[in-house]
Every structure is written in C-alpha cells, then in structure tokens.
C-alpha cells in the first residue's frame, strides 16, 4: 500500500481477548470498491442451489485453516476460513469458529451451515456456476489489516496496563465499525498497515479519541516485529507532519507567508496530494539538483547499507537516468524499495542494491516541493482517471498563483489554485468541486430518425431527453446491479456527505422504489432537486437520502 490518500470500509475493530488487552486499536477494512463485495456476492448468489444441495464435510478436522468455505450466516452464503485451533471447542460446543475473509468478523457455527469448495462435487455444474467458485476460492480477501498511529490505550493505575475501557470498545463498535473513512497510510508495523483515520468532517479519529479521554497521544516507530510507540511526552517538540523516525531527518520546510505566491504544478495525484513548486525557487533547484547528480554518478558512492522505512537516501529516476534524493516508503521482500522523490512528488518501485547513502551535505536544505491539496475540496473522493489526467494536463508546468494556508494534520497545505487568462481567472477549486460524469458523444444522424427510432424518456422546461442508440446489454446489467446494490443498504450506509450543485450521487425514485444515477441540480434547505441523468426527470428528495456513487458508476457516461 502506498502513501496516498484513499477510503477505507472499517468492517471489523478486534474485540477478541487478545484485542481488548492491546494498548493500539487494531482493525480490518476494505479499501476496494463497494462493486467488488457486490460481485463476491453475484457469485456465492450463482452458486446457491448448488451449496444447499451439497454435503457439509464429514470430519471437520479435515479442513484446513486456510482454506475458503462457504457458510450460511443471516439468511446469506459468506466466504470464510476456519480460525486456527477449533478441535477442542468443536467437541465442547458442537459448533465451529469461522471469520469472513471479506470483514474478519468471526461466527459459531453449527457444521450443518458448511459447505467446502469442492471442485469434485460441483465438477459436473454448468460453466456459469464453476466459474463462480473459482472466483470464490481464487480472490483475495477484500479485509486487510490496520493499526491505528498517533494514539494508545490510556494507562490503567490498577491494572498496570495500557487497556482500552468499556466504554472505549462501545465507542469503537458505534462510530467507527461499518462505516468509511479517509485513510492516510503512515507505515507497515509487522503484518498491520499503520493509518490515520479522518473523518467526513476532516477530523482525526485520534484527536477524537483523546479528546473523548478513552486513550493519548503517542508517536510510533515503524518496525518489522512489535510495534513501538513512545507516549505524549514525545510529541511535545514534534511536527504533525514527520510519520518516520529516521537518521536523516531534513531540515521542517518554512511555511508561506500568507497571499499569492507564483508556483508551478511538478506533480499530480489528485486535488487531495499534489506536489509544487515557487517559481523563485527554480535556479536554486537547478543549481542543487546538478551538483547532487555530478556527485552520485561516481561508481565509488556506497550503497544504502540499513535500508528501512522513512530513510532519506538517494537513487536514479527510471526515465531521466538523473540521481535526485528520496524517502523509503515501503520494503518489499528485502530486495525492492517504494521511494518518494520528495523534491517533485512523484514514486517509484527501486532495487534497494540501486538505492545509495545520503551524503550529510544534501540533507541540509529542506524539499523543494510542497504537498498540498486543493482547499475545499473533497479530499476523501475518489477520483476517476480522466479526473485526474485533467487536472495534470490543465495545471503542469504552467506558471499559476496559489493562496496557501495552514497546513493540515498531515502536513499538506490547503490551497486556492488560480490560473491568470485574457479572459479572466481559472479557480481549479471551483472547476474540480465535485466529480462529473462522462460526456457521450452524439451520432451524426437528423434528429427526425432518431426520435422516430427510439422513445423518448422526459420532457421538461424545454429540454428533451431521448436514448439516441438502444442501450446495450452490459451498460444495462451494470445500471442493474448499481440498483440491487444501493437497494440493499441500510439507510445510513454510504450517505453522500458533501452534497453541492453538479455532485453525481444515487437516488431513489419515489415512483418505482428503484435506485439511479442522479446529478444535484439545486439545494434549498435539506431538499435537493435532482437530475436522474440516464432518464432525464427530476425529482426533489431529502438530502439524507442521497448515496454516494461509486467511480466506477461515474466513468459511464448517460445514456439519456
């Protein structure tokens, strides 16, 4: 996992004896796409008739721990594993441990709801079906592992532990478990991604915790076995912004004075992390950035000898065969490294025998380049592709202006990014607010013929709204699926929370109960009025009861 901002499903905080006497919180989520639960559940639905009719295993103690089950649990086929040493409980309860590999919640249950992915038994199903259970065996589980950084359990004075209370664990369950959040990946501590969680109101859930007093602050260390933290004694001189204990700490950039500053976009991953840099700063970085690569091109440089996450060191870009500094970011297998180039923004996956020591003279001047974000947008949204290639192509390498405020929690600067034209100012805050759906191109054909071959779909204020081309199978079955999805969330699941004219979301239509793509047209109070964009009606509907739309829903153009 790299270090940038995503969403992440909180499906499991541990609540097993082992997690209630751990000092960090410790959780499962999914970062994928809501479609991929949808799709796991498609196929367990494919293979119903075929689970009912099997056997459950005959002798439990045959399964193995990490093999993947089937189990009916609440009226629905999940995938499961079998939780390591059951024999004992089996023979005292007659039930057996299991724990959904897509949330890690476990469940007792009786061995008549077990079913096993027998390729033997279902050899003779249809091809529909056998795919299915490949599918069911062969993907991954969408639950990963996180700990959460910058806070402890708070010292218990009778225990002479560090336990998270009753009253924490109701809290956790409550407002943390089943709902999404913004992650920013810190650090690998052992098997556990370290993360920050934000809120929707761009809060902390650390700072909320410790101001709730169910736990302190705390700095970690990355490690590869127990993960170390110190308490809040050693926060008192640090900055929000240092994730990684490292023996070359730069120098802390000094931070803009307030008003417009001349910059240039050097790098873009969306409007929440993008890379710039003042355009007065050119020539030193020019000057700086000759020596550095005159310096490293000599053979006789060592190599980095203790590589490990959040060092600073140095090594070649791939497509300029220039040496420029950098930061470790993630170690894979020993043998490759993630690094930031922490003067421009970008990443790349590096051999560590490439990767060469820092010298102690390139480590005085602090990066070049700022983190920041566009202020006040979305920094939780996905953004699509297309999204994110027009923010690029629209704003690299061009000289533009940009107002800096304070810095958030994680360091990035909040910023209002404007582009001077003959014919007025460009505010990229406000051209990228919200995401939009694709345009669809129009056929050239008069428009008696295809108004004569197809129906139309709605009339209103003088708009027409018509399908000019029948809508083809998969386009359909996807707009299905976006229905049985949404219909089968709970009210508060995926709640758009920042809706705004032009922001794409999924409502219900009141006429037929049934879920479609919308478009926010207009809000007063807490009414929207919304555009159903594949049928061209508009509907006024309660704010509380828009969803939000997965990227995937958006990348489809409508088809009205």
């Known amino acids: 996992m790299v ?16 997690g209630h006497q751990e000092s960090c919180l410790y959780f499962w989520g999914s970062t994928k796409d809501r479609i991929w639960n949808l799709e796991m559940d498609l196929h367990l639905e494919k ?7 099997q056997d459950p295993p005959m002798n439990p103690g045959d399964l193995d721990s990490e093999e993947i089950l089937c189990v009916y649990i609440d009226f629905r086929w999940h995938r499961v594993r079998k939780s390591a040493d059951q024999e004992l409980k089996l023979k005292n309860s007659g039930r057996l441990e299991v724990f959904c590999v897509d949330s890690r919640k476990t469940h007792r249950v009786h061995l008549n709801c077990i079913r096993t992915l027998d390729f033997g038994d279902i050899a003779g199903c249809e091809p529909k079906k056998l795919c299915a259970a490949w599918s069911i065996r062969d993907c991954p589980p969408l639950a990963e592992k996180f700990v959460l950084v910058d806070v ?18 109701q809290f956790f369950k409550a407002n943390v478990e089943d709902r999404i959040w913004e992650v920013i990946p810190v650090a690998m501590y052992g098997e556990h991604q370290g993360v920050r969680l934000i809120d929707s109101n761009n809060r902390l859930l650390a700072d909320q915790l410790i101001e709730e007093k169910f736990g302190g602050p705390a700095a970690f260390e990355h490690c590869e076995g127990e993960l170390l933290f110190h308490p809040a004694a050693v926060l008192s001189n640090s900055p929000r912004n240092v994730f990684f204990t490292s023996p070359f700490g730069l120098p802390i950039q000094g931070q803009p004075t307030p008003g417009k500053k001349q910059i240039k976009v050097v790098y873009v991953d969306d409007s ?24 490293y091109s000599e053979e006789s440089r060592p190599s980095i000898k203790d590589p490990r996450v959040g060092v600073a060191c140095v090594a070649r870009y791939d497509q300029d065969r220039i040496w420029y500094r950098e930061q470790i970011l993630k170690i894979y297998d020993h043998l490759r490294a993630i690094v930031l180039f922490f003067d421009y923004g970008n990443k790349q996956l590096v051999p560590i025998g490439q990767i060469k020591s820092i010298d102690a003279e390139f480590i005085q001047l602090p990066s070049f380049a700022y983190h920041c974000r566009l202020g006040g947008v979305a920094s939780f949204r996905v953004w699509t592709q297309e999204e994110v290639r027009e923010l690029e192509s629209r704003t690299r390498d061009k000289v533009l202006s940009a107002t800096f405020t304070n810095p958030d929690p994680v360091g990035k600067y909040p910023v209002r990014l404007v582009e001077d034209t003959a014919t007025g100012a460009i505010v990229f805050n406000e051209e990228f607010a919200a995401p939009r759906y694709k345009s669809r191109s129009v ?18 204020d003088g708009n ?7 809508v083809d199978d998969s386009h359909q079955e996807k707009l299905e699926k976006l229905d049985r ?21 999924v409502a219900r239509f009141d006429e037929d109960g049934c879920y479609y793509r919308s478009q926010i047209l207009s809000i007063v109070d807490d009414i929207a009025n919304i555009l159903f964009v594949d049928y061209g009606n508009q509907q006024k509907t309660p704010l509380s009861r828009l ?12 088809v009205a």
């Open 3 to 18: 270090a940038s901002n995503m969403l992440v499903n909180v499906t499991y905080i541990d609540d097993s004896v082992r």
């Open 47 to 53: 293979l119903k008739s075929q689970l009912e009719k």
């Open 152 to 169: 402890i359990a708070k010292f218990d004075n009778t225990t002479l532990t560090r336990q998270w209370s009753d009253l924490a664990k």
């Open 272 to 295: 929440s992390s993008f890379y710039l840099h003042f355009v007065d700063s050119g020539n030193s970085l020019v000057k700086f950035g000759s020596t550095l690569h005159s310096f």
């Open 443 to 460: 056929l050239d054909k008069p428009i008696g013929v295809v108004i004569a071959c197809y129906p139309v779909v709605s009339f209103k």
């Open 464 to 470: 027409l709204y018509f399908h000019i081309a029948s």
């Open 485 to 505: 999805f949404d219909g089968a969330l709970s009210p508060n699941d995926l709640h758009e929370d920042l809706p705004r004219p032009g922001t794409p979301c």
């Open 547 to 558: 969803k939000q739309i997965t990227p995937g829903y958006v990348e489809l153009p409508p």
